[in-house]
């Protein structure tokens, strides 16, 4: 099956700074997934972005389906951006269903 | 509008009980996706609906697991004879298509513990 890749694994910054988060791909995709998981599990849609560039406020991404790569920018990050952030693929060959990877765990301090 | 909500919360159960746990999708969408996720992991596919249908089932363990949507809306997915390793946090998603590419909306999830 497809492979999914996340680093870094785990990412400790000071309240105001950027960061970027990568996700590789083993294989050509129809849907491409960025998501926040809060401390209380809930998983929070930030991006569904199979490919190009979109922002939201602090946050943007960019998907490079011909590399297979997916980036996630969150600048002058705050405490409240803690937490697990996904990216989950959907094969394009194949059945409809996500692949996540393993997820980076990001912690922002004060 | 509402989104994915799954029932009950948190269930607490003995090793060996059946349970049952209760999703209802977002309103109009007619793909359903049931996950699970154990601690320090990714969710994982379970299961697959289109419709009253399940289209794809091949991420269930084993023969323990069933899954319903009988009228196209709520899903129940079922575990018999429930073991400590089913303890996970189970997860729905809903998307408006039944085709690839639509965006998956997902559910607070079910916190299942097998004592």
């Known amino acids: 099956g497809i492979q999914v890749e996340q680093s870094p694994p785990d990412l400790i910054l000071q309240e105001g700074a950027n960061s970027t988060l990568r996700c590789n791909f083993s294989?050509?995709?129809?849907?491409l997934q960025w998501f926040h998981q809060n401390p209380w599990g809930q998983l929070i849609n930030l991006f569904y972005?199979?490919?190009g560039t979109k922002q939201n406020g602090r946050l943007s991404a960019t998907t490079v389906a011909t590399e297979r790569y997916s980036l996630l920018y969150i600048s002058s990050s705050q405490t409240t951006d803690s937490g697990v952030y996904f990216c989950?693929?959907?094969?394009?060959?194949?059945?409809?269903?996500?692949?996540f990877g393993t997820g980076t765990r990001l912690l922002v301090s004060p | 509008g509402a989104g994915v909500s799954q029932t009950p919360s948190n269930k607490v159960t003995e090793k060996g009980k059946y349970v049952e746990l209760r999703c209802d999708p977002i309103?109009?969408?007619?793909?359903l996706y049931w996950y699970r996720q154990s601690l320090g992991q990714g969710p994982e596919f379970l299961i697959y609906?289109?419709?009253?249908?399940?289209?794809?089932d091949s991420g269930l363990p084993n023969d323990r697991f069933f899954a319903v949507r009988p009228e196209g809306s709520v899903s129940t997915l079922k575990i018999q004879r429930t073991e400590r390793g089913d303890s996970a946090v189970y997860l729905c998603?809903?998307?408006?298509?039944?085709?690839?590419?639509?965006?998956?909306?997902f559910g607070p999830g079910t916190r299942l513990t097998v004592t």
């Open positions: 972005i199979p490919s």
């Open positions: 294989d050509s995709v129809n849907n």
């Open positions: 998603a809903s998307s408006p298509g039944t085709s690839q590419g639509y965006e998956q909306y």
């Open positions: 309103s109009g969408h007619t793909a």
């Open positions: 609906f289109q419709g009253t249908g399940a289209a794809d």
């Open positions: 989950a693929v959907e094969r394009a060959t194949g059945f409809q269903k996500l692949v």
